[in-house]
């Protein structure tokens, strides 16, 4: 009977976590401007980014106007702590995702594309768009 009571307990610790544990998992932007991402470009707008159910590797960004899924790497930032936010690398007037950042040192980078090889290539600029 102890078992049973401290087991229901565990449950409902862990089920009252889950909530919050989920929420920290997903960002809500405004990105104000079209961008790409794993070779689908997106417009500008209001955009949920979350981890995919699959694991931590797998991401969505998703809006009414659009979504994409792709994958990522850990990255860290040891010197400076990031704001929830996502970086873009902008070559004149295209963008592109590359880092996902939820935790401070911690985050994500994309895999790179040939867009974002080609757009490293010509010279870049970084812009960080913090959520909201």
């Known amino acids: 009977m102890k078992f049973l009571k ?8 862990v089920a009252a ?19 790409v991402v794993k ?21 969505t960004i998703e809006s009414g106007q659009g979504s994409a899924i792709f994958l990522t790497n850990p990255v860290e930032s040891p010197k400076k702590a990031h704001n929830p936010s ?6 004149g007037d295209q963008y592109a995702l590359v880092q996902i ?5 911690l985050g994500r980078e994309l895999l790179l594309t040939n867009v974002k090889q080609t757009m490293v290539a010509q010279g870049t600029q970084l812009v960080e768009v913090n959520a909201e």
């Open 17 to 35: 976590c889950l909530p919050g544990f989920a929420q920290s998992q997903q960002l809500r932007l405004n990105i104000p401007f079209d961008f």
């Open 39 to 59: 070779g689908r470009t997106l417009p500008a707008g209001h955009y949920i980014v979350r981890r995919g159910n699959i694991g931590e590797d797998v991401w």
């Open 6 to 13: 401290f087991s229901l307990l565990v449950a409902l610790i």
């Open 86 to 91: 996502l970086v873009f690398v902008r070559s």
């Open 101 to 105: 950042w939820d935790d401070g040192h």
